[in-house]
């Protein structure tokens, strides 16, 4: 089994002094000691209050921290020996720490999570990131209570967004895995989410985050999972989105994170999304979050220069990928002033299949292809950008449903380059 | 002295049309041989090129990663290359076999230092052959991680990278080979000194806010940038 | 016989409470009495204890079963006569039992002579006997006690034409202690009753004596000056008393009713009881040690009591209101179990007739550091009926036998003082004396076990404790330590198999050996020692160095 390199014995010993519990949290670190605190606490909090009588544990899953981050977690335990805790608890609560690799791996990280709560026949399970400093105690109940009670195998958050933050999730990951998947979950990436005891164990051992997908992007791969199986998703509404880490604001890496797994995805779970047309809506807990309108600055010239000068410099690169038409009208709209610029959405989507298919027939290293798809996002998010800056939320939200209408209108494009040799 | 002019000539006619009669049969046999040997090696290769396709060898180049790094090279598949390869081993062969049959002095080490010769040359287009796909393959990186560091020169820098691999493939190549030695010393000099500059220009990349900002403390210049919130994109 | 009292003989007592109505009827009147009891006596022998403490039994109108009394000096008659008392008295001592009776100091029934003569006029001597008020907005910070039935603290007297103070129900009036001749009454009626032999009083609702303006009346400095004075006058006349608070308080706030040895011997410690409860329940114990955390020392003469069910509900007052609502809803799903802030429910029936968890808790009250007190009935196991209105569903007649009236009289059942339980679970013909006299792994014969097997070591009673805090936070490990002699106690509050690791090193070298089998387990090394437990097992295991 997986499980058996996961486990260390000092790991297993303090599994086995916790013992079953109701909901495990967990945490994947490294290095968090400035941001950790804060989202411990609310964690702490947000058991004692929502949660007082179950048996809760958190399990932190750590890659070589080396300023304190796994003394605050385990801090965090409330028991008999803490004489001067200030905070009352009907239980005990394990806060427990292990290191699970000398690098951060976050698929190894969740991993080890996952493997602890299905030791712990855990009946749900959330994963919070030690980044999100603006949460608060209530999203503990939001996330877990649906797995918890309600008998959902995935709790996918939905955050308030400023109105240009997660434009990759708005203009890729979601319309791409609602019109694959057949499943409008509009945040299938999510730094918070939770998982029924069940989905847990099946997604442990089906092996996936030891492959390539699954190793780029797993928390993308766990959302994917829970869609191609008979599993129950739904999505949570929780608040402010956490301020962005170091890591998501460097895009490639995001990329690979997200869009690689996506399309990682695809080869094995053909036979599912193939046979799929249309969404169906997801089960939602909680009133509506809106779009907040906090002016921002954005250079948006620098967007249309990365996006032009990409399509130049990477022309022989695109040129393996996509398909001279494609490629050609690429050309056209780079030569375009700022204030003429659009990348309309029917031809985005037929970008992101070709970037698909081209994946899936490793035309080049796929490495290579998803490094090539990111100026041509930017492109595309310069148009979101554009099209977005005065307008009301809903407008926002109009446009974005216009564009998963398109990548499923055009879903059959893809099927049909997908077997073609390109 | 006419006469003696017919004589010699006519002397000198015989003696060619004697060593053509006497060497005309080698060449026919030659050319037999070539001609067999084409055959044979064609036969060669279509037998190759069955057993691999019965032992699923493309399969195993596959897995191996040789059949995309082929395809990206442009390459036939490896199947068409190991059957052609054989192909012209074995004719070559049967055409230099022709050759020493026309018992020309000297020639005969030439063909054996032919044979010998082969399986370098088979280690020498194994590298060049590699050093192309990584040529391509780094040369892509590179522009890849330029471009999307939006670095001016990217093209530049792709091309500076798959020359400076070529360069390096190609001195090995001539190194196995026995050719030209002494370029192996300034290649590999030129190599270093391309790898100090790629350096220097990966700093320069990392560094180049750093620099900046060094620059503009250190000249109180006021850099009109237009300020920007960073959205994430996730 | 048991030895002329002395010092200290409480530490290492193990005392049956239980209401004479309740026990056995001789006469077939249908109530209990004290000639029943004296023919009982054998019974409480063999089962192994050797303390009694009687419930109120002078006369009284029973609306708060006894505890509302109109004369101090006297036997109810339906219990008996004063000499059916001196009777059972004798035997109680020849069968090496002491007795302990109730005390009620705060206040008495509105039916004694005394409140008849206060409230008959302002200028009667014993006027001052109560406290009286022309209004009732005085003490306002005075929390009331009966929640479920009294609105104030204060009654009109139509009679007299004023307010008189209660802090239970409204016709017990509270004595007044600011009067010394009220003081010095009742400590006649305390020598009255120690000069026929009673071996120790239980004084009730103590904390309330006094009152003050401005503050919660309770637990007032001039209160324990009333304790120290009265327990000062029993050491010089009747060395050996003993004295034992009743006071629902919390641990720090009940630390002055020790005084420095010179108040009460024994107090009851209210607060740890419900987080047993909580414990065990919650399978974390974390509610037990944290409360025991927070128990300060008391003076080396003194002892807690410590008990797991009483006459009275289960009281929540010394909980959060988090512990009060699990506890509910854990114990008491049904409402008509709540009352006062409590639950009115027996020991078998709070934990669901599981042998296991009674046999756990027991053995946590054998040995954890005080005096176990067991209620009557308990020790087999009796049930509860909830619908009997008030508490009295948990002082249902004791049952001795399948037969008639489970054997507690010859009376017709409906002439009964209350009518026995009759479900087949708890029923008296399921759940008696007899038959588990007769099955040697009934819960009865267990409970001798125990029983014996704490008495033949002080160190439960006297000894100290250090609690042990293994990682696995469902397992209560501690040890108790008198002289050279060391007892580890380790308890699985949880209902599925557990494996423990305990820091043992200080008693490196050591053999464990069990005090039930006495048989001997692994010698204590360097290396954490290691238990598996079975499902609400315990151990008892005493080190031994050979």
Known sequence: MAEENLLTDEFLRQLISVGEVDIVVGLSTHNHAKTVGTVIGAIQSGILKCFPRERVAIINADGGSQDGTTELVTNASIDDLRRDSKLYALRTLHSISVRYARLPDPSKALQTILAGADLLRAKACVIVSPESTTIEPDWLQRLARPAYYDNFDLVCPVYRRQKFEGALVRNLLYPMTRSLYGSRIREPYGSEFAISGRLGTDFLGSGILNQDGGRMGPEISTTIFALTGKYRVCQSLLGAKPPSSRSSHDMVAAMRRTVGALFASLDGNFPFWSAISGSQPVPTVGTSLEVTQETARINRKRLLEMFSSGVAQLEPVLGAILSPSLLAELKRIAALSLDEFEYPPDLWTRTVFEFAASYHKSTINRDHIIQAIVPLYRGRSLTFINENRDGPGEQIETREESLCADFERLKPYLLEIWADGK | ?234 | ?546
């Not at chain 2, 020498?124 to 040529?135: D, H, M, Y």
């Not at chain 3, 820091?503 to 490196?508: C, E, F, I, P, V």
């Not at chain 3, 290691?530 to 080190?543: A, H, N």
């Open chain 3, 1 to 546: 016989m048991p030895a002329k009292l002395e010092a200290g003989w409480y530490k290492n007592a193990i005392i049956y409470q239980v209401h004479v109505r309740t026990f056995y009827d001789s006469n077939g009147d249908g109530v209990g009495d004290f000639a029943g009891l004296a023919q009982r006596l054998d019974y409480l022998q063999e089962l192994g204890v050797n303390a009694i403490w009687l419930m109120p039994f002078f006369p009284s109108p029973l609306r708060d079963d006894g505890y509302d009394i109109s004369d101090y000096r006297s036997v109810h008659p339906s219990y008996g006569t004063l000499e059916d008392f001196k009777s059972f008295l004798s035997i109680a001592h020849e069968c090496g039992l002491r007795v302990i009776i109730e005390m009620v100091l705060n206040h008495t029934s509105d039916q004694h002579p005394w409140f008849h003569e206060s409230r008959s006029s302002r200028d009667n001597p014993k006027r001052d006997w109560y406290v009286w008020s022309d209004s009732d907005t005085k003490y306002r910070e005075t929390r009331i006690i009966f929640l479920d039935t009294e609105m104030s603290n204060w009654a009109w007297d139509p009679i007299s034409k004023s307010y008189y103070w209660h802090r239970f129900f409204s016709h017990q009036p509270d004595l007044n202690y600011d009067n010394p001749a009220l003081q010095e009454e009742m400590w006649d009626v305390m020598k009255f009753w120690l000069e026929l032999g009673v071996d120790g009083f239980r004084l009730d609702a103590v904390p309330y004596l006094i009152e003050r303006e401005g503050t919660n009346c309770e637990n007032l400095p001039e209160t324990h000056a009333i304790i120290r004075d009265l327990r000062k006058r029993v050491d010089e006349h009747f060395p050996g008393a003993m004295l034992l608070a009743e006071a629902n308080q919390w641990p720090a706030d009940l630390r002055p009713y020790f005084g420095n040895g010179d108040e009460f011997h024994m107090a009851f410690h209210f607060p740890l009881m419900p987080r047993m409860f909580m414990g065990l329940r919650l399978e974390d114990r974390k509610p037990i040690t944290e409360i025991l955390q927070q128990t300060p020392e008391i003076p080396a003469s003194c002892q807690w009591c410590l008990f797991l069910r009483n006459h009275d509900e289960l009281t929540l007052e010394m909980v959060t209101d988090i512990e009060r609502d699990y506890m509910y809803d854990i114990y008491a799903r049904d409402k008509a179990m709540r009352l006062n802030l409590g639950i009115r429910r027996r020991l078998a029936t709070l934990l669901d007739n599981d042998r296991r968890r009674i046999e756990l808790m027991n053995g946590m009250l054998m040995s954890l550091p005080g005096t176990p007190i067991i209620y009557y009935g308990d020790e087999i196991g009796m049930g509860d009926n909830i619908y009997l209105g008030d508490r009295n569903g948990v002082r249902t007649p004791m049952q001795w036998n399948g037969g008639w009236n489970g054997g507690f009289s010859n009376a017709d059942p409906e002439k009964l003082y209350s009518p026995p339980i009759l479900n087949p679970v708890y029923g008296y013909q399921a759940v008696n004396v007899l038959s588990q006299k007769r099955t040697p792994h009934s819960l009865l014969s267990w409970m001798q076990h125990i029983i014996a097997t704490r008495r033949s070591t002080p160190v439960f009673g006297s000894g100290s404790i250090e609690f042990l805090y293994p990682a696995n936070h469902r397992v209560l490990a501690y040890v108790r330590q008198l002289g050279s002699e060391t007892i580890l106690v380790v308890n699985n509050l949880s209902n599925a198999a557990q494996s423990v690791e305990l820091d043992l090193r200080r008693y490196k070298g050591n053999i464990l050996i069990e005090m039930f089998g006495r048989n001997i387990f692994p010698r204590i090394g360097d290396l954490p020692y290691f238990l598996t437990m079975g499902p609400y097992q315990f151990f008892w295991f005493r080190l031994r160095k050979i």
């Open chain 2, 1 to 234: 002295m006419r006469e003696i002019i017919v004589n010699e000539l006519t002397q000198a006619f015989q003696q060619m049309a004697r060593e053509i009669v006497h060497y005309l049969p080698r060449l026919i046999v030659m050319l037999v041989i070539a001609l067999i040997g084409w055959a044979i090696a064609y036969l060669l290769k279509l037998l190759v090129r069955s057993l691999l396709r019965l032992t699923k060898f493309s399969k195993l180049s596959e897995n191996a990663g040789a059949t995309q790094l082929l395809h990206q090279a442009a390459l036939p598949s490896s199947t068409e290359l190991v059957s052609r390869f054989v192909f012209w081993v074995a004719w070559i062969g049967f055409v230099l076999l022709g050759v020493s049959v026309l018992g020309i002095a000297g020639l005969q080490e030439y063909i054996s230092r032919f044979f010998l010769f082969l399986p370098r040359l088979f280690v020498a287009l194994v590298i060049l052959f590699f050093g192309l796909v990584a040529a391509s393959f780094f040369s892509r990186a590179a522009l890849l991680a330029a471009v999307n560091a939006n670095f001016r020169s990217s093209r530049m820098l792709s091309s500076a990278v798959r020359v400076i691999i070529m360069i390096f493939a190609l001195s090995m190549v001539f190194e196995v080979l026995g050719v030209a030695e002494q370029t192996m010393l300034i290649a590999f000099a030129s190599v270093f000194g391309a790898a100090m500059l790629g350096l220097a220009i990966a700093f320069g990349l990392g560094g180049q806010d750093l620099a900046r900002k060094f620059l503009e403390r250190k000249f109180g210049r006021q850099v009109k940038e237009e300020r920007e919130d960073e959205f994430s994109p996730l």
